[in-house]
C-alpha cells in the first residue's frame, strides 16, 4: 500500500518549508478568537466564540501537549529520529497559548464586559454587590450552592488530593481568625458544582432594564463566610487541571476491545496531569499547598486568569434581546427532494447532494426510517463514528434489526472523546439483533457511508449514503458538509466493497471509482496530482483547488510543492491545521491558502482537479494527514452528475472568493476584491434561490 516516494531530491526535501503542527494549530485557534474580537458578530455570538476557543484548547492540552510531553520523556536517541525537537516545540507552544491567554483576557474584560453593559447586562464579582443584592445572593447560596459544596481542608497531614479532570476548584487561603484560638493562617479548596448546579452563571433580580448575572465561583466567594465560621478574612483563587485524554489501548478489534475501552475511560479520569491552570494572582504559598497535596509540579503550571473553564460560557443566560444573536437561517428543503414521497424511489435514476446545514438533515433520517419499514429493504449496513446523544439514526437501525432486515453497523470506539456514547449504541444494537463490528483491525474507521440492498422486480439492488460528516443531527446543524444520496451503480458496487473489507479484513479490494484509505487512497491522490503536473509540463491548463480541514502529511504537501514548481496553480482551503507555507519563492509561489472560520463549522473535504478540462471532482471525510490516509478506513468519493458538478462548484467559488471571514496564513484577512462576500450567507441565498417559488418561504 505505501508507495516509495521519489518526487524531490534530497537537498529539496531539505529545504523544503514546513510550518510546525502544533504552531499552526494555535494559529487555527487564534482564528476563533478573532471571531470573538469581531465587533460585527452579534454579542451573544462572539461569548459563545469564546467558549469555542476555550473548549479547543482544553482539549489541544489534554492530547497534544500531553503527548509533547511523552516525547520529552523518551530516551535521546529515539528523539533524534523525530526531527522536531519536542522540547523547544513545547516551549514555542506554551510562550504562544500564554500570548493567546492574555488576549483572551484583555478581549473579555475590554471588549465583551463592556458591550455587555451597553446592552444592560452586568457581569458582578462579589465586591460589586448592592446591600439588596448581597442579601439575596446569601439566601440564594444558603439554599441552592452551599448543599453542593465540600469543603478540603489542605493540614499537615499527607492525604493526597485527586484533582477532577476539566473541573474549576477554588484554593482558598483563610487569613484572619475570629478568635485567637484559630490558626492564624489556614488552607482549603472547594470544587466549583457546575454540574450539579445546572451551569456556571447565577441570574440575578432584574432592576427595570438592568440585567445582573454572577458567576457561580464568585457566589461562593461572598459566602465563604458561611463555609469557615471561624474566619473573617479570605483570599480565593481558580484552579483547573487538565488531564492525558490519550488512550492507552491496543489497536485491535480483539474480544475485549470495548471492556479495554471502558477501562480506559475510567483511566481517563485519573491521567496524567498536561497543566494546572492557575489565577496569576494567586498567593506563592497557597499554590504550594495545594500543589504539595495534589503532587502536581511546577512543570504543569500554566497561567491562566482569574476564572477559568470559559467552555461553560456555552451557558451564558440568553437574555431574549433582539440584535445579539445571528439572524436565524431557517433550514432549507431540498429542491425536490422535499417533494418525493420516497428517499429511495427517488433516487433509482437520479442522485441528490445535500447540504448540511443550510439544507435539512432530515432527509438521512427519512432514508433510514423508511428502510427500517420498507418490506423490500432486505440488508443495511452503516458506519457509525460519531452519533447524537439521543440518536434518531441508531433507533432507525435497531427498528430495522427488529423487523428483520439484516442490519450492520460499524461501531468506532476509538473515536475520541464519543467512545462512552458508541459503547452504549453498539449494545443497544447488538440487544436488538444487529450485526455490530468494532472497528477494523489497526484501524480507526472514518468514514461516512450507508447502503441500503432491496429487491426491486425480483433483483437486489443497492442505495448509498456517503457524506463528509457524521450521522449526527444535532451537530449538522453547525457542521458544513455535503452528502449524496445515490443508487449509480458505479458507487454503490465500491461502498459494498468498503462493507466487505470490514468483515474478511482483506486489503486486496479493487475500487474502480471510490479513494478508500488505506488501500489506494494516497495512490489514488497522487496520481491526480501527477497528471496535473504532466499537462503543466505540457504547456496545458492544469490547476488544483483542494479544501480540507487539515493538511500536514509531509509527502503530500511535498507533491503539492512539486505541482507548484511544475506551474500547476492549486488553491487551497484549510480550516485548521496546515502545515504548507505558501508563497515560497521555486518552491510553492503558485499555492495559496486561505481559512474561513465564521458562523459554521466548515467540515467538508473537497477535492477539484482541473484534468485537462476534464475536471475531476471528489468530496470525502478525509483530510490530508498521516494518520487519515495511513491508519484510517476513509473514502473519497465522485461526484459524477453535471448539475451536481455546478452546484458543488459554485459553493466552491464562493468560498475561494470569500472577503468577509477568509483569513491567509497569516491570519490576515482576505479583503482583496471589490464585492463583499461571505460564503455561508453566499451560500445559503444560492440555495434558497434554487427552490421552486412555494418551497422559499421557510
Request: glycine share 4%; charged share 30%.
Amino acid at each position: 500500500m505505501m508507495q516509495k516516494h521519489t518526487d524531490t531530491t534530497a537537498s529539496e526535501q531539505q529545504q523544503a518549508p514546513f510550518i510546525n503542527r502544533e504552531l499552526s494549530w494555535l494559529a487555527f485557534n487564534y482564528r476563533v478568537l478573532q471571531e470573538a474580537k469581531d465587533k460585527t458578530v452579534p454579542l451573544l455570538e462572539r461569548i459563545k466564540f469564546m467558549a469555542i476557543f476555550s473548549s479547543n484548547l482544553d482539549e489541544y492540552f489534554k492530547v497534544r501537549v500531553a503527548t509533547l510531553k511523552r516525547l520529552i520523556n523518551l530516551k535521546k536517541k529515539t528523539l533524534q529520529k523525530l526531527g522536531d525537537d519536542p522540547t523547544d516545540t513545547f516551549g514555542q507552544v506554551i510562550a504562544e497559548v500564554k500570548r493567546q491567554q492574555e488576549e483572551f483576557g484583555l478581549v473579555y474584560r475590554e471588549s465583551i464586559l463592556a458591550d455587555l453593559r451597553k446592552e444592560h447586562i452586568y457581569m458582578l464579582t462579589e465586591n460589586d454587590l448592592s446591600p439588596a443584592q448581597q442579601e439575596w445572593v446569601k439566601a440564594y447560596f444558603a439554599e441552592t450552592v452551599q448543599p453542593l459544596l465540600q469543603t478540603i481542608v489542605l493540614d499537615d497531614t499527607e492525604t493526597a488530593l485527586f484533582l477532577k479532570d476539566q473541573t474549576v476548584y477554588l484554593g482558598v487561603q483563610l487569613l484572619e481568625p475570629v478568635t485567637d484560638e484559630c490558626k492564624p493562617v489556614g488552607y482549603s479548596m472547594i470544587e466549583i458544582p457546575t454540574k450539579k448546579h445546572g451551569g456556571r452563571f447565577v441570574k440575578l433580580p432584574t432592576e427595570g432594564e438592568e440585567r445582573y448575572v454572577m458567576f457561580v465561583d464568585d457566589v461562593i466567594r461572598f459566602c465563604l463566610p458561611a463555609l469557615f465560621p471561624k474566619y473573617k478574612k479570605f483570599d480565593a483563587h481558580a484552579v483547573k487541571v487538565s488531564r492525558d485524554a490519550e488512550l492507552d489501548i491496543e489497536e485491535d478489534v480483539s474480544d475485549n476491545l470495548m471492556a479495554k475501552i471502558k477501562k480506559s475511560l475510567k483511566k481517563r479520569e485519573s491521567g496524567y496531569p498536561a497543566r494546572l491552570l492557575y489565577d496569576p494572582e494567586t498567593p506563592q504559598d497557597l499554590l504550594d499547598a495545594m500543589m504539595a497535596h495534589t503532587g502536581i509540579s511546577e512543570d504543569e503550571l500554566v497561567e491562566g486568569s482569574k476564572y477559568h473553564n470559559f467552555r461553560d460560557f456555552f451557558g451564558f443566560p440568553d437574555f431574549n434581546l433582539p440584535g445579539l444573536k445571528y439572524e436565524p437561517q431557517p433550514t432549507l428543503t431540498h429542491p425536490w427532494l422535499e417533494q418525493e414521497p420516497s428517499i429511495i424511489e427517488a433516487i433509482k435514476t437520479r442522485d441528490a447532494l445535500v447540504h448540511y446545514p443550510y439544507q435539512s438533515f432530515g432527509y438521512v433520517l427519512r432514508l433510514f426510517r423508511e428502510a427500517a419499514e420498507d418490506p423490500k429493504v432486505r440488508a443495511i449496513s452503516v458506519t457509525l463514528y460519531r452519533v447524537a446523544e439521543d440518536s434518531a439514526i441508531a433507533k432507525a437501525l435497531i427498528k430495522a434489526a427488529k423487523n428483520g432486515k439484516l442490519v450492520t453497523v460499524i461501531v468506532e470506539l476509538k473515536a475520541r472523546f464519543d467512545e462512552e456514547s458508541n459503547i452504549y449504541w453498539a449494545g443497544k444494537l447488538q440487544k436488538a439483533g444487529a450485526n455490530v463490528i468494532l472497528g477494523a483491525p489497526d484501524l480507526k474507521v472514518h468514514s461516512k457511508l450507508g447502503l441500503i440492498t432491496r429487491s426491486d422486480e425480483g433483483k437486489l439492488v443497492n442505495y448509498a449514503y456517503l457524506s463528509t460528516g457524521n450521522y449526527n443531527e444535532d451537530t449538522s446543524a453547525i457542521y458544513a458538509d455535503h452528502a449524496l444520496f445515490t443508487a449509480d451503480p458505479r458507487l454503490t458496487k465500491d461502498v459494498e466493497q468498503v462493507f466487505n473489507f470490514f468483515i474478511d479484513h482483506q486489503t486486496d479490494k479493487k475500487f474502480k471509482h471510490l479513494l478508500m484509505a488505506p488501500i489506494n487512497m494516497r495512490k489514488g491522490f497522487e496520481s491526480l496530482i501527477d497528471q496535473e503536473i504532466e499537462n503543466a509540463k505540457q504547456g496545458l491548463p492544469a490547476s488544483m483547488i483542494v479544501k480540507l480541514n487539515a493538511l500536514q502529511d509531509e509527502r503530500m504537501i511535498r507533491k503539492l510543492y512539486s505541482a507548484s514548481q511544475a506551474g500547476v496553480k492549486i488553491q487551497l482551503l484549510v480550516r485548521g491545521i496546515c502545515c504548507l507555507q505558501p508563497g515560497v519563492e521555486g518552491i510553492s509561489e503558485n499555492i495559496t491558502v486561505r481559512s474561513i472560520v465564521d458562523r459554521y463549522l466548515e467540515h467538508a473535504r473537497v477535492y477539484i482537479f482541473h484534468n485537462n478540462g476534464d475536471e475531476r471532482y471528489y468530496i470525502a471525510s478525509a483530510d490530508w494527514m498521516t494518520r487519515n490516509l495511513n491508519r484510517r478506513v476513509e473514502v473519497a468519493f465522485p461526484i459524477y452528475q453535471p448539475e451536481l458538478i455546478k452546484e458543488l462548484r459554485h459553493i466552491i467559488d464562493l468560498q475561494l472568493s470569500d472577503t468577509t471571514k477568509a483569513r491567509h496564513v497569516d491570519n490576515t484577512y482576505a479583503t482583496d476584491g471589490t464585492e463583499k462576500v461571505r460564503s455561508q450567507y453566499d451560500t445559503y441565498a444560492y440555495l434558497k434561490a434554487m427552490l421552486p417559488a412555494d418551497q422559499k418561504e421557510v
